[in-house]
T-cell receptor
Framework: KNQVEQSPQSLIILEGKNCTLQ??????????LRWYKQDTGRGPVSLTI?????NTKSNGRYTATLDADTKQSSLHITASQLSDSASYIC????????????FGTGTRLQVFP | EAGVAQSPRYKIIEKRQSVAFWCNPI?????LYWYQQILGQGPKLLIQ????????DSQLPKDRFSAERLKGVDSTLKIQPAKLEDSAVYLC??????????????FGPGTRLTVT
């Protein structure tokens, strides 16, 4: 069964600190992996998209890594800000010619001053 | 560029009532998606349109849910009759159909449905 699992479920950090969120997937065949940020009461917003040939991709203070061999990805947030408080969802695209997305349940990040 | 628009933002209904949600995708986006997001879970695809044709509705509970995308632009999602377990956020998303596989999906703000 195609699944995307994320850890931790929730995380609390202090402003200015770094953190890393994890994603493991069993989706096959694999097309691409995305990280989304979802603020409370809003729809998800894409942070990064990586194909199987990409190992890392950055978007400002967000850096995603992908190991297609072990089927693991991580999202590293540097110098966290209060506005980083949100849910971060790992999403894997299933299939070779499709945009069918398999969503993880997300990591709820809270950044405190 | 205007984003994906959805209305209403919130809706409270009693079980067995009917409800409809509306979505206006980003101009020029051929593909439109409806997702259901239950609290604490990731979104689940209900139906995918390409222009006005259905690409995937395998997870749509067709006995009570219906969706249409007339003229290949706006879309409506209807629930009739609603059940308590339909309480969720209903997200609409759209994307271009491009030459690459990694085309972006843009999400609307969602409609939060509460069934009492």
């Amino acid at each position: 069964k195609n699944q995307v699992e994320q850890s931790p479920q929730s995380l609390i950090i202090l402003e200015g600190k770094n953190c890393t969120l994890q994603c493991n997937y069993t989706v096959s065949p694999f097309s691409n992996l995305r990280w989304y940020k979802q603020d409370t009461g809003r729809g998800p917003v894409s942070l990064t998209i990586m194909t199987f040939s990409e190992n890392t991709k950055s978007n400002g203070r967000y850096t995603a890594t992908l190991d297609a061999d072990t089927k693991q990805s991580s999202l590293h947030i540097t110098a966290s800000q209060l506005s980083d408080s949100a849910s971060y969802i790992c999403v894997v695209s299933e299939g070779r010619n499709t945009d069918k997305l398999i969503f993880g349940t997300g990591t709820r990040l809270q950044v405190f001053p | 560029e205007a984003g994906v628009a959805q209305s209403p933002r919130y809706k409270i209904i009693e079980k067995r009532q009917s409800v409809a949600f509306w979505c206006n995708p980003i101009s020029g986006h051929a593909t439109l998606y409806w997702y259901q997001q239950i609290l604490g879970q990731g979104p689940k695809l209900l139906i995918q349109f390409q222009n006005n044709g259905v690409v995937d509705d395998s997870q749509l509970p067709k006995d009570r849910f219906s969706a249409e995308r007339l003229k290949g632009v706006d879309s409506t999602l209807k629930i009739q009759p609603a059940k308590l377990e339909d309480s969720a956020v209903y997200l609409c998303a759209s994307s271009l159909v491009g030459p690459t596989l990694s085309y972006e999906q843009y999400f609307g703000p969602g409609t939060r449905l509460t069934v009492t």
